[in-house]
């Protein structure tokens, strides 16, 4: 059984910097590939719904990342630590969410980690 884990998370000021770390039990050379995704405070979810997501890498390093967090954040991946970052740099209020990260194997099954709570507020 695959388990990933968050950490990193905290509270930081308006143009502060975070580096959040997903590790991973296994090999992340097994994942096709890994993605961020974050949960804004308010909503109601079952797991996978109604997340936004942020980033993704590929087993090839090829990155993919949506307009809000285009040049601010970055995604990359430590192979020999299984380990996937999100460094998030210019934080703004409205990145504040619990931060998810998702592994998709290469079997096609989905992993989920169990969040990670973002706090951007002066």
């Known amino acids: 059984q695959v388990q990933l884990v968050e950490s990193g998370g905290g509270l930081v000021q308006p143009g502060g910097s975070l580096r959040l770390s997903c590790a991973a039990s296994?090999?992340?050379?097994?994942?096709?590939?890994v993605s961020w995704y974050r949960q804004a405070p308010g909503y109601r979810q079952a797991p996978g719904k109604q997340?936004?997501?942020?980033?993704?890498?590929?087993?090839?390093?090829?990155?993919v990342y949506v307009d809000s967090s285009k040049g601010r954040f970055t995604i990359s991946r430590d192979n020999a630590k299984n380990t996937v970052y999100l460094q998030m740099n210019s934080l703004k209020p409205e990145d504040t969410a619990v931060y998810y990260c998702?592994?998709?194997?290469?079997?096609?099954?989905?992993?989920w980690g169990q969040g990670t709570q973002v706090t951007v507020s002066s």
């Open positions: 997340r936004e997501l942020v980033a993704t890498i590929t087993s090839e390093g090829s990155t």
């Open positions: 296994g090999s992340i050379f097994s994942f096709s590939a």
């Open positions: 998702k592994a998709t194997h290469r079997t096609l099954d989905v992993y």
